[in-house]
Every structure is written in structure tokens, then in C-alpha cells.
């Protein structure tokens, strides 16, 4: 995923929040907070970006499984530090069905941050919260 790219998808109309954009390999590629958010909502968006990539599972499907295996999602949050298996983890695909990356999304409800898609799908890619 090119700069331009994970930039993009920061400019998408977001409430005041932070967002992180991940690339397939976790490396920071963009992150950016809003005047009028809250302290941290940056590392909150990178956990959450960091616990959709890990598994390769959008929030959606990571809410799921820790909701019928939530012992192992604890010892792997605890093992690797730094996730947040929240909603709010968006995988970004190419219309190939590639894994490019990640968006993480942080200040809205969780039910909300759905907001993430909005920002993939408005670079012509394909957002996956894991249906």
C-alpha cells in the first residue's frame, strides 16, 4: 500500500478520532488524531488495527471468536501486547482479494466505527470487517 494511499483513506469525513493505517506487514504506513479528540485514541486505533491484522480477521469475525473462545483471544492479547480485539479493525483488500493492510479506528462507539470502510472504499479498494 503506497503513502498516498493510507493518507487517502485518513482525509475519508471522520468524527473527531484517531486512525491508523497499518500495512500487510503491521508497519505504520499513516496515523493521524483530530483536534477535539480524546488522549490516546492514537495507540487505541493502532491496538485495534494490530488485532484485526494478526489473525488477518476483520472486527466483525474477531468479535465473534472472542465471544466463543474468549479465553484464547485473552492469552493471545496477553502474549503479544498491543491488541485491542475490539470493534473498529478494518483489513484493507485489493479487488484481488489481496491483504494490503489495516485500518484502525478509535473515538467513535465501536458499533460506529464502521467509519473505517467509508475511508478504504473511498480509495477504490476493498474494505473487510470480517462479515
Keep these: ?33 483530530e483536534d477535539g ?3 490516546k485514541r492514537a495507540e487505541i486505533a493502532t491496538g485495534k488495527a494490530a488485532a484485526a491484522l494478526a489473525p488477518a480477521l476483520g472486527f466483525r469475525k474477531l468479535g465473534t471468536m472472542a465471544a466463543q473462545c474468549s479465553h484464547l483471544v ?11 480485539p475490539v470493534a473498529g479493525g478494518v483489513l ?14 478509535s473515538a467513535d462507539s465501536s458499533d460506529n466505527d464502521d467509519a473505517a470502510v467509508a475511508g478504504i472504499e473511498a480509495t477504490g479498494l476493498k474494505a473487510d470487517p470480517g462479515a
Excluded at 483513506?9 to 473527531?16: A, C, E, G, T, V
Excluded at 485473552?74 to 485491542?84: F, N, S
Excluded at 484481488?96 to 493492510?101: D, E
Aim: glycine residues 14%; proline residues 2%; positive net charge.
Design 92 to 105: 484493507i483488500r485489493n479487488g484481488a482479494g489481496k491483504l494490503l493492510g489495516v485500518v484502525g479506528i
Design 74 to 84: 485473552a492469552a493471545v492479547t496477553h502474549a503479544v501486547g498491543g491488541l485491542i
Design 1 to 33: 500500500m503506497t503513502l498516498e494511499t493510507a493518507q487517502k483513506i485518513l482525509r475519508s469525513n471522520f468524527k473527531p478520532l484517531g486512525v491508523a493505517v497499518l500495512d500487510a506487514r503491521g508497519a505504520r504506513k499513516a496515523l493521524a488524531t
Design 37 to 39: 479528540s480524546s488522549l
